[in-house]
């Protein structure tokens, strides 16, 4: 039995088909009833003497959490609402909280305090900005990333005119917010019925926003790294996968000892297991100090990514061996690149970069590094800011060009750094 699918509407190529999509999404299934639970709950909360803006806020960060889920899933491929809460990460979903929270704030302020002339300007300002902070989280897992105006120009720009259209379906959910608080003041006595409808109604445009997105990130999965779901695998055999890989997970965990978890996990890594095995791998080998051994795993683990057509796992995989030891780099120039130009449409530059230069340092009698060398100081120098490192990983390679027109490329780039030229400009 497999899971039954449909094609997801395009919003660049079939925008109307995108929109009715969006909007009778939060009618369906778990979405429906993620809504009313939601909608009952703060009916519950207008009775408690006291904290009940709070409690409103943690109730509208829940379902925001929710909306998440959806935005993931979609952008992955498919097509009904989300049952659970395992398509983000946690750490991720707390970024996610925090922006929204400045987000929700600079909505209220613009309702507060600017004057009623500014507000439209100031509340269309913050659609545009929105979806591509939102995006940008979702696909570069990273809140200074997702508060870069570059990365906002760079997603709006992959997805062209649909962002536009993104931008316009958010200014009805901030306008909404915004009026919030007079809409439901001026409503008097009929406050309790008010209530319920503005709460519906406003849950009901975030999920079809999220799921708006969702599909929008879709449709350009390939540009933005996101990889889609195969959904023509047997549902048994994955549920299979699933138990095997839960019952050894828990196996492993009532073993106290790291040393012993570890050594019990190793075999199953080894046998192809899932990713939470490999994330409890790797917990142990940092609580037993055996940093080698960590690096070693994520060199493997990020060629297994990258085999696997999973290279956003790859890039958050090689980001944190990059914490743990800033000179990590995978142990094929293949890979190395492969990984980079992922981590370059993620956002990621600086540490592209670093992972192209870290492999001509620990290989530097490879040929297969050169190429490396030459796009890690193009990136340095053109995109970075940073002529000095650019100058640095020529020179080093240098030496092993052979002589003719690649020794001449070299010493033209290097002295066009020197004069504070682009790297790959063309002499005049």
């Not at 703060?42 to 409103?56: I, K, N, R, S, W």
């Not at 750490?91 to 922006?99: D, E, I, K, M, S």
């Not at 993104?166 to 001026?186: H, K, M, N, S, V």
């Not at 999920?207 to 350009?220: C, D, E, T």
């Amino acid at each position: 039995m497999s899971v039954a699918s449909r094609p997801l509407p395009d919003p660049g190529r079939r925008l109307f088909d995108a929109v009715l999509d969006a909007l009778a999404y939060p009618l369906g299934g778990a979405a429906l009833a993620a809504n009313i639970a939601l909608l009952i709950s703060h009916l519950l909360v207008m009775v408690l003497p006291f904290g009940t803006g709070l409690a409103h806020l943690l109730l509208w960060l829940g379902f925001y959490k929710y909306a998440l889920e959806a935005l993931a899933t979609t952008a992955e491929g498919r097509d009904k609402p989300p049952e659970g809460w395992s398509a983000v990460d946690p750490g991720v979903q707390w970024h996610h909280h925090w922006l929204q929270l400045l987000l929700l704030l600079a909505v209220l302020a613009a309702s507060r305090l600017a004057p009623e002339s500014w507000q439209l300007w100031l509340l269309g300002a913050l659609s545009l900005l929105m979806p591509a902070m939102v995006l940008t989280l979702a696909v570069a897992q990273n809140i200074w990333t997702a508060l870069s105006p570059a990365a906002w120009l760079k997603l709006a720009g992959l997805l062209g005119s649909t962002y536009l259209w993104l931008a316009l379906a958010t200014w009805p959910l901030l306008w909404l917010q915004a009026r919030g608080g007079p809409l439901l003041d001026g409503a008097g006595g009929w406050r309790w019925m008010a209530m319920p409808l503005f709460y519906f109604v406003a849950q009901h445009l975030t999920l079809s926003l999220f799921r708006l997105m969702g599909l929008a990130a879709h449709a350009h999965g390939k540009a933005l790294g996101i990889e889609s779901v195969d959904r023509s695998r047997p549902v048994l055999a994955r549920e299979k996968q699933q138990a095997w890989e839960q019952a050894s997970a828990e196996q492993a965990l009532q073993c106290e000892d790291p040393a012993e978890r570890a050594a019990q996990l190793a075999p199953q890594l080894a046998a192809g297991a899932g990713e939470t095995l490999h994330q409890e791998y790797r917990r142990c080998l940092r609580e037993l100090g055996r940093k080698n051994e960590l690096l070693a795993h994520a060199r493997v683990r990020v060629c297994e990514l990258l085999n696997l057509n999973q290279p956003k796992q790859a890039v958050q995989l090689a980001c944190e061996a990059l914490g743990d030891d800033p000179a990590f780099c995978p142990g094929d120039a293949a890979h190395c690149e492969a990984l980079a130009r992922a981590a370059e449409r993620m956002a990621l530059l600086r540490q592209a970069a670093q992972l192209l230069g870290n492999y001509r340092v620990a290989y530097p009698k490879r040929f297969d590094g050169l190429p490396l060398a030459w796009l890690a100081a193009q990136w340095q120098s053109e995109r970075l800011n940073q002529p000095e490192v650019a100058l640095k990983l020529l020179r080093a390679a240098q030496p092993m060009t052979a002589s003719g027109d690649e020794a001449t490329r070299y010493a033209r780039a290097i002295e066009r750094i020197q004069r504070g030229q682009p790297m790959t400009g063309i002499d005049a």
